[in-house]
């Protein structure tokens, strides 16, 4: 009997496609491994960054603003890593000849193929060659031992013979090196001197304080606006005139020790300074001791100035800004030049006074060019009386019935100097 068996033949069929898809998957993935491999392993190329330094690596990816590169590290692996186009002055691919083989954790270049060692392959097949190369070096091995033999042989028969000479010779070699080592000593010496003079002055620097270095010494000028104090009838025209004499110019200059942080003393000059001048004008003005009332051109030129001592007491707010008061007594000296119809008579006189100032010092510059220049912002006050006055008309100083007020008040900027300033000592 014949019996006919059928099995599903597409269960077969699945099976063997399947393998073969991965068989296939296989070669693709080892394909692909293979030739990363070969591309991070292959460090041919090379860039120069503008530090000088030049890297080994492959160049993976090029960007508009950067390299990817692989490079082997030191221990053998492969990194990856990017740099920026800026940072980079030069770069060249397949610059090296030769890829980079990583052996353990060390890096081997491949070697070169020379025509040399393929010639002793080729001879080292029989045993004649063999024992050729091998007797040669064995002769020549031994003659050079001998050589050193001999040599040193030698060598120590003439060092006995030297040695039994300089027994008999007076040992001059040790009297040179005793003479040589004391002076080494002195230099020593001296240098150690030398350094302890460059130790000593820092240390000094450290401990002065500020005042010490730049705040000793105060001198400057100074200028502004002043107002004298005086009450003036200004209900006429000659009034309003005199009232415009009040006001003017001051400018002074002082100097000052300061022996402690907060005291200090000095002395101190300032001059106040104003004019007007007016035509066609009632006036009055004394001649020969005669108050005389005209009429015309006039002009006049008052000054006041004051010199005395002055003493200071200064506080500071932070280390670049200080508070100081003055006072000063003195003496002042009174001139009025004035000109009537054309006749010019000055009026002089002085008389003993005071002044006060009241001010904030600013300490310009830094550390590095020094604060040897101090900005001033004070407001003063003065006080004086001018009792007897000389009218140039022969008959000498004569008293006054009305004093003359010189009250004012100023306002004044001032520049002053801590020492001979560093800027001007070049």
Known sequence: MQTD??????????????????????????????????????????????????????????????????????NGKVLRNEIFKNLVTDFKYNFYPEDIVTKGNKIVTKPTQDKEPEKNTNTAKTTDTQKATTDKPATKVAEKKEKPEEKIADNQQKTQQEAVKNETKPPVKDKAKETKNPPEKKEEKTVAQKEEKTDTPMADKKAKSEYDDYLKFRVGVRGGFGNMLSKINTEDQFGLYQEKLLRGW???????????????????????????????????????????????SITNKRSAKFVGPVFYFRRSI????????????????????????????????????????????????????GRDIILSLEAGYNYGKIKSMNFSDGKGVVSLANPVDLSRVDFTIGLRFTRYPRYFRN
């Open 5 to 74: 068996v059928f099995v599903p033949s597409g269960s077969f069929g699945l099976k063997s496609e399947k393998k073969h898809l991965l068989s296939k998957i296989s070669i693709v993935l080892f394909l692909v491994l293979c030739f990363s491999a070969t591309q991070s392993f292959g460090q041919r190329d090379q860039i120069t960054t503008q530090a000088g330094e030049k890297i080994r690596c492959r160049i993976l990816d090029e960007t508009p603003t950067r390299f990817i590169y692989a490079y082997v590290a030191p």
């Open 250 to 296: 001051t400018w002074g200059a002082d100097f000052a020790y300061f022996p402690t942080d907060n005291f200090g003393f000095g002395i101190m000059f300032n001059n106040f300074q104003s004019k007007n001048s007016a035509d066609n004008m009632n006036f009055k003005f004394v001649k020969n001791g005669e108050v005389i009332d005209t009429s015309g």
């Open 318 to 369: 932070d280390f670049k800004t200080m508070v100081i008061l003055g006072l000063s007594p003195g003496a002042y000296f009174y001139n009025d030049k004035g000109t009537y119809n054309g006749v010019t008579i000055p009026y002089k006189g002085w008389d003993f006074g005071g002044a006060a100032t009241l001010g904030i010092d600013f300490l310009l510059g830094n550390d590095i060019t």
